[in-house]
């Protein structure tokens, strides 16, 4: 293998072998088995899904294109996460949940099977300002989600599943406490509620019930 590769490297021009030596090294396979998400926690999880993926979901491409060493990309993290005291290690999380949705084109949640939305605080983020809950995997049928509030505030709700398929996006008045959503779904899906707000945000309770 490494003889073949010098024999590529001999024949190709000059003026490519910069870009070919970036590819290879950016997009190689053996960095892709390296990432695991066996150790990702929830609450990172709960963070990336919350603050990150929406802004990355236009990016699945099956191939990995981020360095965990970058500064930059550090930086990057702690200013939209809103915690500078991340350590080096829950970077590597997010690096390592980008990359799985990039190549896998799927949301990564820790025992999405098992996570039920009785223990909202779980799911909530540090800031009280958003949640990600999972909902496990919901038959095809209409749904009637009904979201009880603590706070007068404005925030978003969002549905989707685990492959980034949009069953709502709801903006939700300051005045409503008690506050209800009917969805939709065509075929069965491992399906999450996504919830941002400006300010913080606990909801004292959340049900969802499938409609006859």
């Known amino acids: 293998m490494y003889k073949l590769f010098q024999k590529v490297l001999y024949m190709v021009k000059p003026a490519y072998l910069s870009l070919i030596l970036t590819f290879f090294f950016t997009f190689s396979p053996v960095s892709a088995s390296s990432e695991k998400t066996e150790g990702i926690s929830t609450r990172s999880a709960v963070i990336f899904n919350t603050l990150c993926s929406k802004c990355h979901e236009g990016e699945c491409s099956g191939r990995l294109s981020f360095d965990t060493g970058s500064r930059t990309a550090g930086s990057h993290i702690r200013r939209y996460t809103g915690d500078s005291n991340l350590s080096k290690n829950k970077i590597k999380e997010f690096f390592t949940l980008l990359n799985h949705m990039k190549k896998e ?52 709700v969002e549905i989707l599943s685990d492959h980034f398929e949009h069953f709502l996006n709801q903006e939700v008045c300051p005045e409503k406490k008690n506050n209800a959503f009917q969805f939709t779904i065509d075929k069965p899906s491992t399906v999450f509620v996504r919830i941002k707000s400006r300010h913080p945000l606990h909801i004292v309770s959340l049900m969802v019930k499938k409609e006859k």
Request: charge should be neutral; hydrophobic fraction near 30%.
């Open 105 to 156: 084109c799927t949301i990564y949640m820790p025992d999405t099977g098992k996570n039920k939305p009785e223990d909202l605080s779980r799911f909530m983020l540090p800031s009280s300002k958003g949640y990600f809950i999972p909902l496990g995997l919901l038959e095809s049928g209409t749904y009637r989600m009904e979201i009880k509030v603590k706070e007068d505030t404005h925030f978003q």
